[in-house]
């Protein structure tokens, strides 16, 4: 029997059983708040996508599960089950070794940037750590730019997030983070430049 | 029995000035004017800060006389100090240093966002909830954690406000013409695609509304482009709102801010809840706009939480982010 394990922010994730082992069944639901024909096309775009970016990943050397079945029209994808805990908990279970895996995402982050792949939603709930490895997942809002714009506001919402969800983390942290992506990514400082300038188009960002 | 501690809030962020008084569980009197700009004008600061320099005695007066208090009677003033236009910001700032000084009365300086969202807070009596805050300054999703109200998403440009005036102008409405989109919105009946932009927890809207204007322009059916850029505005902020949810697995959601009242927006955020079975409420539409009861609220807050400040130092802040100010008085 399948078993419902998380209610996502856009998918129902189930504990499923696939050729005899254990897997994940991830769901788009349809939303209550998208037109019928948003809804239908977001989903099913953004199910190709995470589906088709899971696997190119993995050839820079970013972890991810491993894909056993999609159906776009449905949304529904069928992936490997990394049974592990998220950066979110780890970081309050263990810090220290959530500050590593930081530096860790900081690196994956990088490497999928050089090789001009953007995440789109790097939160510390899509980072999980399995043994001494780190696995990136959800890549339903990732796409493909060459612009440096594109890379730092990716790096801007991982800043956000240790920022407003890991405040008491949020210098250390955000510090390993950069460290790694700056061992990997060359153009850190245009980053940091570009990260600057979005802040200050944000509301009521004082100028520094 | 101790004396009920009372507070007299003055608002003057933008359009509106507006005083209030307030206790613990009650809002005496809200008392507000509005200034207007010329038909197809934004808001013109020095204008605005004018109008709010004729209107602040009469308002002052009449939130006094609906609340049966004296000066002598409030036990602190506040202010809004930021964020917002800085000429009428000044005026609110001139009005509560004077009483302070006169009436020797302890001041205190209110965020005006945390205003929306505390005011919100307490007519839901909520607890621990996801705040929606969307008005013509903010536009952004938010959670209590660590001694802030944290930022967790919000526009990347304009806000949901700015939005509809700037389309609103173009049509030939002035501001604040949320009102307007919304009735033209409800005639509207073919759903026109329009870009959909969400990244990670933000949004943007300056690409759809120049792609709204656009439409316009070349004499598509403004019912139906009101109608479009609703639906796909609101969808995008559900959508982060959903996100926030999920990600800080909590279960009540409030929605604030002048742009609350829109009664889609509130139906669609209420969708939402009940998928995560969670509670939702909306601001009383009669407070959604910028009061005086938002100020006073926390004004009381801070003061019972020892949050004053003197008056040499009783400065405004143009700039000033929800995530900055130290919450005093929540565990």
Redesign the interface.
């Known amino acids: 029997m399948e078993k419902l394990v998380k209610m996502g922010a856009e998918a129902n994730i189930y504990l499923d059983h696939w050729s005899g082992s254990e897997v994940i069944r991830k769901v788009r639901r349809p939303k209550p708040y998208w037109r019928e024909e948003l809804d239908k096309k977001i989903r099913r775009i953004r199910t190709i996508r995470e589906a088709e970016f899971l696997t190119t990943v993995k050839k820079y050397g970013v972890l991810t599960p491993t894909i056993y079945f999609v159906d776009p029209f449905k949304g529904e994808i069928i992936m490997e089950y990394i049974n592990g805990v998220r950066v979110k908990d780890l970081l309050k279970e263990d810090t220290q070794r959530g500050y590593s895996m930081l530096y860790e995402a900081g690196k994956n982050l990088a490497c999928m940037h050089t090789h001009n792949i953007i995440h789109g939603d790097p939160t510390t709930s899509n980072f999980i750590v399995r043994g001494d490895k780190l696995y990136f997942i959800d890549f339903g809002l990732a796409f493909h730019s060459l612009r440096l714009e594109d890379k730092a506001v990716d790096l801007h919402l991982l800043k956000q997030v240790m920022k407003s969800a890991h405040p008491e983390f949020y210098e250390t942290g955000y510090t390993k983070i950069l460290k790694g992506y700056g061992s990997v990514f060359g153009q850190l400082k245009g980053i940091l430049d570009n990260i600057k300038e979005i802040e200050r188009r944000g509301r009521y960002a004082a100028p520094d | 029995m101790e004396k009920e501690k009372i507070c007299l809030g003055i608002e003057s962020t933008a359009h509106t000035f507006s005083v209030s008084i307030v206790s613990k569980d009650r809002i005496i009197s809200n008392e507000k004017d509005v200034y207007v700009p010329p038909v197809g004008e934004g808001i013109h600061p020095y204008e605005a800060a004018q109008h709010h320099f004729k209107v602040a005695r009469r308002v002052l007066q009449n939130a006094l006389k609906k609340s049966g208090k004296q000066m002598e009677d409030i036990d602190v003033i506040a202010y809004s100090a930021?964020?917002g236009l800085g000429p009428c910001l000044r005026v609110g700032a001139v009005v509560a240093r004077g009483l302070a000084a006169y009436y020797d009365k302890p001041l205190t300086a209110v965020n005006h966002a945390i205003g929306h969202i505390e005011l919100a807070n307490f007519f839901a009596k909520s607890k621990d909830p996801v705040i929606v805050l969307v008005s013509g300054?903010?536009?952004?999703v938010s959670t209590y954690?660590?001694k802030?109200w944290?930022?967790?998403?919000?526009?990347?440009?304009i806000?949901l406000g700015q939005l509809f005036d700037q389309l609103g102008r173009e049509i030939g409405y002035n501001s604040p013409a949320g009102k307007h989109i919304e009735e033209l919105a409800s005639q509207g009946k073919k759903?026109l695609?329009m870009p959909?932009t969400?990244?990670?927890?933000?949004v943007s809207y300056s690409g759809l509304l120049t792609y709204a204007k656009n439409l316009i322009k070349k004499g598509s059916q403004k019912e139906d482009v009101c109608f479009s850029v609703q639906?796909?505005a609101?969808?995008m902020l559900?959508?982060v709102t959903?996100?926030l949810?999920?990600?800080?697995e909590k279960n009540e959601i409030i929605l604030t801010g002048g742009v609350a009242a829109n009664r889609r927006l509130q139906d669609?955020?209420k969708?939402?809840s009940?998928?995560?079975n969670s509670s939702f409420s909306a601001i009383p539409r009669e407070f959604s706009g910028d009061c005086g009861a938002q100020i006073s609220l926390v004004g009381l807050l801070q003061y019972q939480s020892n949050n004053l400040i003197s008056i040499d130092k009783s400065l405004v802040r143009?700039?000033?982010?929800i995530?900055?100010v130290d919450v005093t008085w929540r565990n």
């Open positions: 930021g964020p300054g903010h536009t952004l954690l660590v802030r944290r930022i967790f998403g919000e526009t990347l440009d806000t759903y695609e959909y969400v990244k990670g927890n933000d639906e796909t609101f969808a559900t959508e959903e996100r949810l999920a990600f800080s669609m955020i969708s939402l009940i998928v995560h143009q700039s000033w982010r995530d900055e």
